[in-house]
């Protein structure tokens, strides 16, 4: 069971909006950046956010990352079926002196 | 354009050794910390070990710790995993991973194509 807690599955129609979580504790989320990865399957994973909230060069603003005390939220609006995924969060923990990843959440477009 | 080659993934015993490689290109590989992250077989991305731009600043994975050995060679723009004492668990892909900062973070900029590791009798 990963230290960073985030939803197993999420599902939404085409052009709604989804929020993944991803819930930590004081030495990760609560001391450190969060940053967001796209993966499918079989390809190598993207960075979507980084430092909480901030957009890589080409991610287009339809995805958002944000953070309040240890907790974090990737939106992701206008939902289209190319954006089913992978999600994962990650960030660095204080305490084991290295980087973790929540479970990732796989988003389905239905 | 960046572009990150993992090599070295193979089906080995129990209890063997194995050595992956990743050759970079397209920026300055001596600026940037880089890792190794893997993902096993229906399961999530998992850490493995990262390396400073000089190799001042190394960790590991609990899970490798002891039998893992990262290491880099910035005259030849490569990096390396040893990996000794291979149990089952280790079956998984492996991403090679350049850091955005020259100090490991969780900044992973870039991902290679990853090459998989077999563990198995």
């Known amino acids: 069971q990963s230290v960073l807690t985030q939803p197993p599955s999420a599902s939404v129609t085409p052009g709604q909006r989804v929020t993944i979580s991803c819930s930590g504790s004081s030495p990760n989320i609560g001391s450190n950046y969060v940053y967001w990865y796209q993966h499918y399957p079989g390809t190598a994973p993207k960075l979507l956010i980084y430092?909480?909230?901030q957009r890589p060069s080409g991610v287009p603003d339809r995805f958002s990352g944000s953070k309040s005390g240890t907790s974090a939220s990737l939106a992701i609006s206008g939902l289209r079926s190319e954006d089913e995924a992978d999600y994962y969060c990650?960030?660095?923990?204080?305490?084991?002196?290295?980087?973790?990843f929540g479970g990732g959440t796989k988003l389905t477009v239905l | 354009e960046v572009q990150l080659v993992d090599s070295g993934g193979d089906l080995v015993q129990p209890g063997r050794s194995l050595r992956l490689s990743c050759v970079a290109s397209g920026f300055t590989f001596d600026d940037y910390a880089m890792h190794w992250v893997r993902q096993a077989p229906g399961k999530g991305l998992e850490w493995v070990s990262g390396?400073?731009?000089?190799?001042?600043?190394?960790g590991y994975a609990g899970s490798v710790k002891g039998r893992f050995t990262i290491s880099r060679d910035n005259a030849k723009n490569s990096l390396f995993l040893q990996m000794n004492s291979l149990r089952a668990e280790d079956t998984a892909l492996y991403y090679c991973v350049k850091d955005m900062y020259t100090s490991p973070s969780s900044n992973f900029e870039y991902w290679g194509q990853g090459t998989l590791v077999t563990v198995s009798s």
């Open positions: 990650a960030v660095w923990d204080d305490s084991l002196s290295g980087p973790i």
């Open positions: 390396i400073s731009w000089n190799s001042g600043t190394i």
């Open positions: 430092k909480n909230n």
